[in-house]
């Protein structure tokens, strides 16, 4: 994949950054600087994937979304995607959709489609937590020589798919508060990476990595903390290079 037969071997990146309570500018910046260090790069954004035809001309399909969710029509351009090859690197929100209803937020299978390509749906999620993220495949070249850590965020609970390939994990039990469903597959391991081949194509989806500003909780409320979460570490952005360098065929 790395030998790009377009001219100049250019590799094609669509970034779709939209992440409804997230810091959707923070991400879409900071991802921007990652792939400005690739000169072979041209990076394509999106706010939603209306554009399929141009997802499927990339080589890799970043998304860090949240409520943002693909038509039927869509979804079919999606899995062509993932017929041709594709490699799709999913942060943290992108199998998020959330509706509140009576006052609690329910989190319904509006696009199985797109939850299958993924290998997860998210399901609810407890207050933001410390964790203590073990890295479970030491072979994988996307975690290969990386160490433990520790880290605080945002901890999800999703439903899994059984042909996801777990990279990094955590564990934790917290009530999601205000949430439809509270608690989920208790004491089970919480995968907080994973790599879920489809068709052809692959998906490296990396749970970790919350982040809002000021203003993304408007018309909630009016104004919040900056919470950067794992962002802060490191480690995150190390796993952020690993993840464009998978997804570019570059390791």
């Known amino acids: 994949m790395a030998d790009s037969d377009?001219?100049?071997?250019?590799?094609?990146?669509?970034?779709?950054?939209?992440a409804q309570y997230h810091g959707t500018d923070f991400a879409r910046l900071e991802l921007l600087k990652l792939l400005s260090e690739h000169d072979d790069v041209k990076v394509h954004v999106g706010n939603d994937y209306s554009d399929t035809d141009k997802i499927n001309q990339c080589e890799l399909l970043i998304t860090y979304t949240c409520n943002v969710y693909p038509s039927e029509s869509e979804?079919?351009?999606?899995?062509?995607?993932?017929?041709?090859?594709?490699r799709w690197f999913a942060l943290h929100g992108t199998n998020a959709i959330v509706?509140?209803?009576d006052g609690k937020a329910a989190t319904p299978d509006r696009a199985p489609g797109l939850m299958d390509i993924l290998g997860s749906r998210f399901i609810s999620h407890p207050a933001n937590a410390d964790l203590h993220v073990k890295v479970v495949d030491h072979e994988h070249p996307v975690t290969k020589g990386l160490e433990d850590f520790d880290t605080f965020d945002e901890p999800y609970y999703c439903d899994f798919s059984e042909n996801a390939h777990t990279l990094l994990e955590a564990f934790y039990d917290q009530p999601s508060v205000g949430y439809e469903i509270e608690t989920w597959d208790v004491g089970a391991a919480r995968p907080q990476m994973y790599e879920h081949p489809f068709l052809n194509g692959s998906v490296l989806y990396l749970l970790l990595g919350h982040c809002r500003g000021p203003f993304d909780m408007q018309p909630i409320t009016d104004k919040v903390e900056p919470?950067?979460?794992?962002?802060?570490?490191p480690v995150y952005y190390e796993l952020l290079r690993r993840g464009i360098n998978w997804g570019l065929g570059k390791i």
């Open 99 to 101: 509706e509140f209803i």
């Open 75 to 86: 979804q079919a351009g999606l899995r062509q995607f993932m017929e041709g090859g594709g």
């Open 227 to 233: 919470e950067y979460c794992s962002w802060d570490q």
């Open 6 to 18: 377009k001219p100049g071997g250019r590799l094609d990146v669509y970034l779709l950054c939209n």
